[in-house]
Structures are given as structure tokens and as C-alpha cells.
């Protein structure tokens, strides 16, 4: 029992690659969480693809039955108060991650990533895979 995560877009692309190690871990997860941002993020990238049918097709069936969290006034809430913190050290990040966090930190989530400038912003769950 590891917890309850939620996955950036680079944790899912691994998956899309069968990483074995990400595999490994996730299975031993009690819940997985997918934000709305990293779905749009793999639409995006599937879309720019030379192969976007295929690809946006991997995507609906990755996202077919999975617990999906989005924005409400909760999350713009704990955006809000993370770019503020994140503006006042002078370390900003790109908006979506900050939407991520504002997810993770919101549902009380280990975020899931590969991105270490998570750990700019404070009390973030969050761990380097």
C-alpha cells in the first residue's frame, strides 16, 4: 500500500512506454489520480504527432475508466496562493504544473513526477520517479 497519487504527464508517457519500474509501483498504489491539465497535455501531444489518430485514440483508452480530478474553486484557490508563494521567491513554474499542484495539494495526493521543481512549491506532496 503506497498511497493515493496523481500522475504528471511525464509518469504517463512512461507508462505509454511500458516502463517496468513505473508499472511496478503503480500497481502496488491503493488509487491513481489523473488531473484534467495532463490529459489536455496528452491530447496536445498526440494531436502535433505524425501519428495523431493512433495516438489520440492511446489517450481516450488510457483515460476511459480512470478517476479523472479537474478544477473547482478549491483547486483556483491553492493555484492562487502556489504562484503567489512560487512569485515571491522568484521561482515560477509553467502553469500547468502549478495547476497540478494546486490539484495534489487540494485532494491531499502524492503528485508523481519527474520534474524536480516540484519541490519549490511548500507543502507538496510529491515524489521523483
Not at 495532463?38 to 485514440?57: D, I, M, P
Request: net charge negative; glycine share 6%; hydrophobic share 45%.
Amino acid at each position: 500500500m503506497n498511497g493515493s497519487y496523481l500522475l504528471d504527464t511525464n509518469i504517463v508517457i512512461a507508462l505509454f512506454q511500458r516502463e517496468a519500474a513505473v508499472q511496478e509501483r503503480l500497481a502496488a498504489a491503493d488509487v491513481v489520480f489523473i488531473p484534467t491539465i495532463v490529459l489536455g497535455e496528452l491530447y496536445f501531444g498526440a494531436w502535433k504527432s505524425s501519428r495523431a489518430e493512433e495516438n489520440t485514440v492511446l489517450v481516450d483508452e488510457f483515460a476511459s475508466g480512470r478517476s479523472i480530478l479537474g478544477c473547482d474553486r478549491h483547486v483556483a484557490r491553492e493555484y492562487g496562493l502556489i504562484k503567489t508563494r512560487l512569485r515571491e521567491k522568484g521561482r515560477p513554474l509553467p502553469e500547468n504544473d502549478i495547476w497540478i499542484a494546486a490539484i495534489a495539494r487540494e485532494h491531499g495526493l502524492i503528485l508523481i513526477t519527474r520534474d524536480s521543481h516540484f519541490q519549490d512549491v511548500e507543502d507538496l506532496k510529491w515524489e521523483r520517479w
